[in-house]
């Protein structure tokens, strides 16, 4: 089953290593890096609001929670906002695509 995985950056550079990381990982088959995000949110009690880079990685629900994992270790936030979930719907191009993720090539 095709899974995806969003999680916004602070930076366009922190986003492409760890995109790189994770495909050179085959944790992930794509990243999709788009463009600025203006994020209003609560932390420590706090309002606050940041300029981020939104990131959409394509995955298979095999590897979603390891690819997830990792994806918090990359990331230069302590708490970053790393949310992944299963698609029930996808060609079988893609299918088998996302298939092969995790295992040696």
């Not at 995806?4 to 790189?20: H, K, V």
């Amino acid at each position: 089953m095709s899974a995806l995985i969003y999680c916004p950056f602070p930076d366009r550079e922190s986003a492409r290593s760890a995109a790189n990381i994770l495909l050179g990982e085959r944790l992930v088959a794509c990243a999709n890096i788009l463009g600025e995000v203006e994020s209003i949110f609560e932390w420590n009690g706090e309002r606050g609001s940041a300029t981020e880079i939104g990131v959409l990685f394509k995955t298979h629900a095999e590897v979603l929670d390891k690819a997830s994992a990792r994806l918090g270790e990359l990331h230069p936030y302590d708490t970053p906002a790393v949310m992944g979930w299963c698609c029930d719907a996808a060609p079988q191009a893609t299918r088998e695509w996302l298939g092969g993720l995790g295992s040696e090539k």
